[in-house]
């Protein structure tokens, strides 16, 4: 049995929903990964094969499924359907599960559930097109703050100021590299990403995120270094190193500022 608002629940049932969520969940996700950047409406037209313009049926968009019954081409064309598809979708499916394994049936599972996926959207949307979209970040810090001001995520007053830091750190960043590079070395996604992270990780960690994003892209760039290469041949937005340091100081960013501060406090 799993606890919820309505009282204990059978295990399998909440699991299997979270599945059917999550897969959806994912299936939306691809949605924004292939529309936001071409700035097309997330509503119309519905799905259709990228290739030849038909229109998907319900019973060929089931998360996973229709893509494994499908052979993973399309039922008009018979062209091949990415392999990004069903990935996301199990990945989101995965993630749900982990959520409420964690947090229970809460809103809190349901809120980290969405900003795992919405990060995963985020990264490869930044890969591809160098853009972090407002679409996905609003709305993500919406369901932070809430979270904070209505479940008890986290303290309301350190989620607000965790907004204000992560917001005028990455502004302060973009406006200096304007400045010293005379061009943008930030654009404006990257400062509404860390207003969300801030109403996720609360001022303290947001600014640790900073810190463990530089790490991870000062890291990847040694390396780079020393083989010689770029990856595709050109550079890495920092995005999927927000993405990712977000989520290391989701779960541990509390137990390495304490370690910091102990460090020195001896």
Known sequence: MVESPWGPLPG?????????????????ANVLIYRLPEELSLLRPASRCPKCGRAIKPVENIPVISWILLGGRCKGCGESISIQYPLIEAASAIIIMFCVFKWGVTY???????????????????LRHWLLPFAITIPLTVV????????????????????????????????????????????????????????FLGWKSVILMMFVASFLGTLLAV?????????????????P??????????????????????????
């Open 12 to 28: 399998w049932l909440v699991f299997t929903f979270a599945l059917i969520l999550g897969g959806s969940l994912g299936s939306f």
């Open 108 to 126: 809190q599972a349901l809120a980290y559930g969405l900003l795992f996926i919405g990060l995963i959207a985020l990264i490869l949307i930044d």
């Open 144 to 199: 932070g703050l809430a979270g904070a001001i209505l479940f008890g995520m986290r303290p309301w007053a350190d989620s607000l100021i965790g907004m204000g830091v992560g917001f005028a750190i990455f502004l302060v960043m973009l406006l200096a590299g304007k400045w010293i590079f005379k061009k943008e070395a930030l654009g404006g996604g990257d400062v509404v990403f860390g207003m969300m992270a801030g109403a």
């Open 223 to 239: 390396i780079m270094l020393i083989s010689g290469k770029e990856i595709a041949g050109r550079s890495v937005p920092f995005g």
């Open 241 to 266: 190193f927000l993405a990712i340091a977000l989520v290391i100081c989701l779960f541990t960013g509390d137990a390495m500022i304490a370690w910091y501060i102990n460090m020195f406090a001896h």
